[in-house]
């Protein structure tokens, strides 16, 4: 055992690899038997993850020695790597297929998203700009909102809230997407790029499109990438400065 403890502690990075991985599974298990894929399995490992970092105090679950590696596997910069890392798998070019419908739906899902966002962040007694801008960007998506939060200086505790915000908008999205597909025309790779700009949340939009037509998930998924990507861009810039210029 005190082998075990020593190979971990000195591979502790390679060690939280495993854990993570091992969460990822078990999620998409979950999601595929006892959900039967109406939560998507991203969702419930963000979740865990958020249920895990309550087991320690300042760094969540690396404060225990056996886990220190989350540390660094969750630190800034291997965060916004995934970040860049997901912007990047979409082409530009694709998106001029649907006009400019797919362009005004995302920089209007953006904007309406954070901006609902700061409205109930404001109900919920955030006066302070940090705050109000994290938990805005944290209703784009729950990637945008840590990113925004970061850069901004906000704190952990409201990091948590706008990540915790996204996951239930991601979870909306991929049980109500079937439910309303026939009433808005989802139906044909035009809306499903408009609905992906609209939405952004990628697991979400995907997994909902999934539950609705396999065939459209790639055009939603398409917009709803470069949503995560324009959501980094915006909340912790512009939009950072407009609630400034307000409050």
């Known amino acids: 055992m005190e082998l075990a403890y020593k190979l971990i502690d000195k591979n502790g990075l390679v060690f939280a690899f495993l854990v993570v991985g091992i969460i990822m599974y078990l999620s998409f298990l979950i999601s595929k038997h006892l959900f039967r894929k109406k939560i998507p399995g991203v969702a419930l490992a963000v979740f865990s993850g958020l249920i895990l970092a309550l087991l320690g105090s300042k760094k969540g679950i690396a404060d225990i020695p056996l886990f220190a590696g989350m540390a660094l596997l969750g630190g800034s910069m291997l ?120 939405i952004g949340t990628t697991s979400g939009v995907t997994a909902g499109l999934a539950a609705t037509d396999p065939k459209l998930v790639p055009y939603g998924a398409f917009t709803a990438t470069f949503y995560t990507g324009l959501g980094c861009l915006l909340c912790p810039s512009i939009f950072y400065f407009i609630l400034r210029a307000i409050f």
Do not use: E, M
């Open 79 to 198: 965060r916004d790597f995934s970040v860049v890392a997901t912007a990047l798998g979409a082409d530009l070019s694709k998106i001029k297929q649907a006009g400019w419908a797919g362009i005004v739906s995302l920089f209007s899902g953006v904007f309406f998203s954070f901006f609902v966002g700061v409205f109930l962040a404001f109900l919920l007694g955030y006066r302070d700009v940090k705050s109000l801008t994290t938990i805005g960007a944290g209703a784009c998506t729950y990637i945008v909102g840590p990113i925004t939060g970061a850069a901004v200086g906000a704190s952990s505790d409201v990091i948590a809230i706008s990540i915790a915000i996204g996951v239930v908008k991601t979870i909306v999205a991929t049980i109500g997407t079937p439910l309303i597909a026939k009433t808005i025309g989802l139906d044909n790779p035009h809306s499903a790029i408009v609905f992906g700009g609209l």
